[in-house]
């Protein structure tokens, strides 16, 4: 499913330029396929690379390392780190110029990882894989999509990790419909599941039943990636909502009982599906809340009718595409 050219990594600048730049794309975590485990591996996830949100930086050669723009602490940080772990002496300036929102469900922190990483290494000419900047910095710990949106973009379900401590792979990549559209529902005010906290919420959930994984797993095979090759979003949403209520109901236990982190959006969601929207969900802990419509057409006509309602809300809403390649690493003036 993944011979499409448009899903290609597109190739890093070659080194010997004096700045950087890197556009990489938010993902949504769709679910979770696996958390029983009895097969030898965990996990498995569903995901989407989309066009926008975006994080997007600029790093160039400096007399002293200096970070500029939004996410300044985790940029310092991957920076630092990168640099001592492919052991690299320059000083660099590097500059945020637009972030995913932190904590919002939409992989902000592997993709501010994988961007900075990535436009280290083809500042410097090195040949290191993508998929192993991230792993140096600890992603991947639970899920591949993140890296694999950064590496490729499309629709990705990943194998979920097994006895070694790589990330998972990546067992299946699909094109995304150029005309589908993706609502998304973003509350700034909250923020979803992370840090330590995630890991205790993993740690607190009982082992998925055989029968619960087994359903997840049908309905991605025999559902899901069928409808997106056959271009048909009735089916597709179906399976996204029924992933969606088992996911939700499996966590809900750690994020307040319930299946969505937001009332709000999880309100405003459901009044998409209302009239015309299918696939609703959460991505990954939340808040962000998510639906599928065929059409740009489609799209801004729900936006217009919900934009003040979501305005009063404190809500922001978004009209995004899937993205099919992944992020651009190139030179300003190349």
């Known amino acids: 499913m993944n011979s499409d050219p448009s899903l290609a990594t597109p190739h890093p600048a070659q080194a010997g330029g004096t700045a950087v730049r890197v556009s990489a794309p938010a993902r949504l975590h769709l679910g979770f396929l696996d958390l029983n485990g009895s097969l030898g591996r965990n996990f498995g996830s569903l995901g989407l690379a989309i066009d926008q949100p975006a994080t997007e930086l600029t790093l160039e050669r400096s007399k002293s390392d200096l970070v500029e723009g939004a996410e300044q602490a985790r940029a310092q940080r991957a920076l630092e780190s990168f640099k001592a772990l492919l052991k690299l002496d320059s000083c660099y300036r590097l500059r945020i110029t637009q972030s995913i929102p932190a904590h919002a469900g939409l992989g902000s922190g592997t993709q501010l990882a994988m961007a900075v990483g990535g436009a280290l290494a083809a500042l410097e000419g090195l040949e290191t894989e993508l998929r192993a900047l991230a792993e140096m910095q600890n992603r991947g710990a639970r899920s591949?999509?993140?890296?694999?949106?950064?590496?490729?973009?499309?629709?990705?379900?990943?194998?979920?990790?097994?006895?070694?401590?790589?990330?998972?792979?990546?067992?299946?990549?699909?094109?995304?419909?150029?005309?589908?559209?993706?609502?998304?529902?973003?509350?700034?005010?909250?923020?979803?599941?992370?840090?330590?906290?995630?890991?205790?919420?993993?740690?607190?959930?009982?082992?998925?039943?055989?029968?619960?994984?087994?359903?997840?797993c049908r309905v991605t095979l025999m559902q899901m990636l069928p409808a997106l090759a056959e271009g048909n979003i009735d089916a597709f949403g179906a399976a996204v909502s029924e992933v969606q209520r088992i996911n939700g109901q499996y966590f809900a236990s750690e994020q307040g009982g319930g299946i969505w982190s937001s009332d709000d959006v999880a309100e405003l969601v459901q009044r998409m599906a209302a009239v015309g929207a299918v696939g609703i969900g959460q991505s990954s802990w939340g808040p962000t809340g998510f639906a599928f419509v065929p059409s740009n057409k489609m799209a801004l006509k729900i936006v217009n009718e919900l934009r003040a309602d979501s305005m009063a809300m404190g809500l922001s809403l978004i009209v995004a595409r899937g993205r099919n390649h992944g992020a651009n690493i190139y030179y300003p003036n190349g």
């Open 144 to 216: 591949a999509i993140g890296m694999a949106a950064f590496e490729g973009g499309g629709f990705v379900v990943d194998g979920g990790r097994g006895e070694s401590d790589n990330a998972p792979p990546v067992v299946a990549r699909a094109v995304f419909p150029s005309a589908w559209r993706i609502l998304l529902v973003l509350d700034p005010r909250n923020m979803g599941v992370h840090g330590r906290r995630e890991v205790e919420a993993f740690e607190n959930l009982a082992p998925m039943t055989d029968a619960v994984s087994a359903e997840l």
